[in-house]
């Protein structure tokens, strides 16, 4: 077994699934690595070491791989949210294309799968509705606003310039740090619990132009609150709506347990194909909107929806996907535990003049067993899981009801090559899957698939 702390040069072959790179020692153990490219010879130092595997980081390069390019972000090195914009962008694709197919070969046992093309972005920057920024008190005492240091919960630098979100974005952050200070309000310390200023959240309307300023805060009145509306307003017209949220949990997550709406309406809208959606604070909505268009595109091309079709939609979230097929099929009926995501669902529902579709408020897994005896109810499924996948109850549930057409939307291959096992088995075949990269410059994957029933 390596001993730990070991410095070694290695060779990097590949790239992981989880973005670390992969490399060999000269016996031929696997050493996963963060940092590095395919095709570099690094320096790396040993700091774990298991049976079948070593973690290692690398400290410098000795010999720089063809695909590496120039990060554009100067926080590149310090920031833990692109993991490969230094790597060419088609490379990107190319890589993250080739981790799907491994899972579904080594995870899921497929190997006549067709893998289509990855469908990547128009523009690799500028993509993100919705970015979260953490207020921080650092070691001397001053604030900082921005983002996590790469490998460290309990870091945060000061953000000047983020490349995935909008110019706006930046001028709001830039504003609300220089307004913190200027008027001595504190941030939130996570050791202490002391403190004032926790979070702030923009999102942003795409195709609408609508801007969302969230500040969440601890508990209490909020310092130079009047001062700070009249001025963000007066400097910053671009913004339809602010919102200030309150929380006294020590949980460090950017939602409030009460919420004030300072200015607007408080929402933002957005607009995917011919729907409109109504987007609250804490209401969850894919991060890219723009490539949310081609994700569901390519679901909805998989299904093939008829008029007469009963849809039953899984991890419906504020119930998006249902509400943009309704007009396509007879009935829709959608599951989701987070209560507001329900609230958001039937929301957004209304606000499109959609009456064929309800939703239920529960665990996806308890419902299932509600329908067994109704099992025919349900020509089709769609499914769109957290990163865990489908539990095992709701795996063998949704096979005992045999709908005709199952589309599994996922944004975990590994979690998705589990749960095609477990279909195959039952008698489903999966003859495609489609790729679509909607965060460019991270390891994340999503795909979808469609099952038949053979």
Known sequence: MMAQGKIVTLDVTDLAFDGKSVAHLDDGKVVFLKGGLPGETVEAEIVRSKPRYDQGVVHRIIKKSELRIDARCAHFEQCGGCTWQDLKYEQQLSYKQKQVADCLERLGGFDTIEVKEIMGVDDPFWYRNKMEFSFHVAEDDSMRLGLHERGHFDRIFDLEK??????????????????????????????????????????????????????????????????????????????????????????????????????????????????????????????????????????????????????????????????????????????????????????????????????????????????RSGAAEFSTLIIDPPRAGLHPKAVKRIIAMQPEKLIYISCNPSTFARDAKSFAQAGYDLPVVQPVDMFPHTMHIELVGRFFRN
Request: negative net charge.
């Open 162 to 371: 983020c490349y995935l979100q909008s110019d706006l974005s930046n001028e709001i952050v830039a504003w609300v740090r220089q307004f913190a200070i200027s008027n001595d309000i504190p941030a939130y310390d996570v050791k202490t619990h002391e403190g004032y200023l926790r979070f702030l959240v923009i999102r942003q309307g795409v195709r609408t132009d609508q801007t969302m300023v969230n500040l969440v805060t601890n508990q209490g009145e909020f310092p130079s609150g009047d001062t700070f509306l009249a001025q963000m307003t007066e400097t910053l017209g671009q913004i339809t709506t602010i919102i200030h949220n309150q929380t006294g949990k020590l949980s460090n997550v950017a939602v409030g347990e009460t919420e004030n709406v300072l200015y607007g309406p408080g929402f933002i809208e957005e607009q995917l194909f011919d729907c409109r959606f109504r987007i609250r604070a804490n209401s969850f909505f894919q991060t890219n909107s723009l490539q949310a268009e081609k994700l569901y595109g390519v679901a909805f091309d998989m299904l093939q929806p008829e008029a007469t079709d009963k849809v039953l939609d899984l991890y419906c979230g504020a119930g998006t996907i249902g509400i943009l097929l309704a007009d396509r099929v007879d009935s829709v009926v959608g599951v989701e535990l987070v209560e507001d995501a329900v609230r958001a669902a039937r929301e957004n529902a209304a606000l499109n003049g959609i009456e064929n579709i309800s939703f239920h408020q529960g665990h996806v897994r308890d419902y299932l067993k509600q329908q």
